[in-house]
């Protein structure tokens, strides 16, 4: 089946610092999500990326769409401690609804 | 901002009981989807819904699961005789057409014993 490889599985960082995850696979997705989940919720939409190239931003965070499609990056910049969470990449093929998500970052900042 | 919503928040059952998981998806949305997540493990898709019948399924999803969209506004997950290992955070989604980004709701967590 699809598999989306996301790394690092955690990081510990200081405060202020700036933070970058990343999300391959071997077959092609056309759109790239990124999440974020805190303990006991649901995961909560922070990017969107439909085109391959396509370079977001969102506040502090920027998302890109690997332009062979087959890999996204998401940065966080100046961290604060409220961006303690886990970080999920999730991508969807063309042929249907069906969102495959990755391992996920487990994202700690220290004050 | 419209959300999804999802009840019960919590829900702890006997092995072999039946569970009825509820959602709500946002109203002008039209497709609408289960996923579970076991402890500490990734979400992983269980079903796709869209015009009252399942458009996509995954192998986790099987002859124990049902969904139904009994009314105008709320979507069900049915697992007939739950097992132990269906115990997970299971997570509505919806979103307004194909392709289209999918918005959660905040889980109900399932615990069988």
């Known amino acids: 089946g699809q598999q989306l490889n996301q790394s690092p599985q955690s990081m510990f960082i200081q405060e202020g610092e700036d933070v970058s995850m990343n999300c391959t696979s071997s077959s092609i997705f056309n759109t790239w999500l990124w999440y974020k989940q805190d303990p006991g919720e649901g995961p909560v939409l922070l990017i969107a990326l439909y085109k391959a190239g396509e370079l977001t931003s969102n506040g502090r965070l920027t998302a890109q769409f690997g332009i062979t499609r087959k890999d996204s990056f998401l940065n966080i910049s100046a961290s604060i401690p409220s961006d303690v969470g886990i970080y999920f990449c999730?991508?969807?093929?063309?042929?249907?609804?069906?969102?495959?998500f990755g391992g996920g970052t487990r994202l700690m900042v220290k004050p | 901002e419209p959300e999804v919503t999802q009840t019960p928040s919590h829900q702890v059952t006997q092995m072999g009981q039946e569970v009825i998981l509820r959602c709500v998806p946002i109203s002008n949305h039209l497709y609408f989807y289960w996923y579970r997540q076991i402890l500490g493990q990734k979400v992983e898709f269980l079903v796709s819904?869209?015009?009252?019948?399942?458009?996509?399924k995954s192998e986790i999803f099987d002859d124990q699961f049902s969904v139904e969209r009994p009314d105008g506004s709320n979507f069900t997950l049915k697992i007939r005789s739950t097992k132990l290992e269906d115990s997970a955070m299971y997570f509505c989604a919806s979103s307004g057409g194909l392709g289209e980004t999918q918005y959660f709701g905040p889980g109900t967590r399932l615990l069988v014993l």
């Open positions: 999730a991508g969807l093929r063309n042929a249907g609804n069906m969102l495959t």
């Open positions: 819904f869209y015009n009252n019948e399942i458009s996509e």
